[in-house]
């Protein structure tokens, strides 16, 4: 069966450190992959998302960063924190395919910047 | 561009009600619909997934619907639980194919 792992589970981080949050897969190969975040009173946004290593589309423009560097590896990554960038940081993976799957969610990182 | 509402944003009933939970989109042409679960601090669970040629769903207690030509749908719950207490998100695929747009969700207690 399929897993996803995130870690850390929570990070409090000061403004202008660097950030590094990471996604594992595990029981499936080339999955497409996904960050969201869920900021405070505000819906899920998609982040980044990559259909294959080293292919990372991005959505919204912002001060963070994706890298997939191994097929079931995804990382989301900020050189300076800002504090708007708190929040709740969810990866996702679905089948690869033509068409739109499930996806299935890990069990998130909360991150403040304080 | 593609916007999810969810309404109401918070919903709290007696155990043993039946209930519906309500989202709307702005652009028909969607892929499909997914209904998820999330409880405090955790990620999300998937509920339900209607294709965008389905008008329904149906999982145990829980039955969504989908109205894509008047950017609609439902999620019914059958005989409310405490433990069906969480936040109840809709989203809707992407004209890619590649993603979600969630609505912010609505935040459901149920009082035993």
């Known amino acids: 069966s399929q897993t996803i792992h995130q870690w850390p589970a929570t990070l409090v981080q000061p403004v202008g450190s660097p950030l590094s949050l990471e996604c594992t897969v595990e029981?499936?190969?080339?999955?497409?992959l996904y960050w969201y975040r869920q900021a405070a009173g505000r819906g899920l946004q998609l982040l980044f998302y990559s259909v294959g290593i080293g292919q990372i589309s991005s959505e919204v423009p912002q001060n963070l960063s994706a890298s997939r560097p191994q097929d079931r590896q995804f990382i989301l990554s900020s050189k300076k924190l800002l504090l708007s960038d708190s929040g709740f940081y969810l990866c996702a993976w679905s089948v690869a395919s033509g068409g739109a799957e499930t996806q299935y969610f890990g069990p998130g990182t909360r991150l403040l910047v304080l | 561009k593609q916007e999810v509402t969810q309404i109401p944003a918070a919903l709290s009933v007696p155990e043993g009600e039946n209930l519906v939970l309500n989202c709307s989109f702005t652009?028909?042409?969607?892929?499909?619909l997914q209904w998820f679960r999330q409880d405090p601090g955790k990620g999300l669970t998937s509920l339900l997934l209607i294709q965008s040629s389905q008008r329904e769903q149906t999982s145990g207690r829980l039955n969504a619907s989908l109205d894509k030509s008047s950017g609609r749908s439902t999620l019914y719950i059958a005989a409310s639980q405490p433990g069906d207490s969480a936040t109840y998100l809709c989203?809707?695929?992407?004209?890619?194919?590649?993603?979600?747009?969630f609505g912010k969700g609505t935040t459901l207690s149920v009082s035993s």
């Open positions: 989203a809707v695929t992407n004209q890619a194919g590649t993603a979600l747009i």
């Open positions: 652009d028909s042409a969607i892929y499909n």
């Open positions: 029981g499936t190969s080339n999955p497409n």
